[in-house]
């Protein structure tokens, strides 16, 4: 009866053995997963901050390149509110940007890139006559804003409530 007891004891004892071992891998598994989607998250967060840095630096040297007449009005506020679709606004900075998402607005029905080639001379004339009038009505207040943009860039100023 006694070996009977130690045999079942010595049963116990691997079972519970058996018991931790399993339960130390769970827990190591469990940790080593939490680690995993711990670094998952901070190459997220990278990631998005990468990709909120690169969308900032373009929107500052568009602003640049349009004050310095290096890109025309219009052509800037296209890619500007490409960009700006991209980040998530606040309402005050949406309403700053009014001007920019104006001309967007009013300038999405001419073709771009192949489709602008494909037009005859005179259609692409129309255009840019519609183009330009948008810019000398706009001139200024797209003038100041890229000012503001130059003086307040985003990520520093303008982009520091989007980051």
Not at 67 to 92: F, K, Y
Request: aromatic fraction near 8%.
């Amino acid at each position: 009866m006694m070996w009977l007891f130690a045999a079942l004891s010595g049963v116990v004892v691997v079972l519970a053995a058996v018991a931790a071992g399993l339960w130390w891998k769970v827990w190591r598994i469990n940790r080593q997963q939490q680690q995993m989607r711990q670094e998952l998250e901070q190459q997220r967060a990278r990631h998005e901050q990468n990709r909120l840095d690169h969308i900032h630096e373009s929107l500052n040297v568009i602003a640049s390149a349009v004050l310095d007449s290096q890109c025309p009005i219009t052509e800037g506020c296209i890619r500007m509110a490409v960009l700006l679709d991209n980040l998530p606004l606040d309402c005050d900075t949406k309403h700053r940007f009014s001007v920019v998402f104006e001309i967007y607005n009013a300038t999405r029905h001419i073709p771009t890139h192949s489709s602008w080639q494909a037009l005859d001379r005179k259609q692409q004339r129309r255009h840019e006559q519609e183009m330009w009038a948008l810019e000398k009505e706009h001139n200024e207040a797209v003038m100041e804003l890229m000012s503001y943009v130059k003086v307040n860039p985003f990520g520093k100023g303008v982009g520091a409530s989007i980051n």
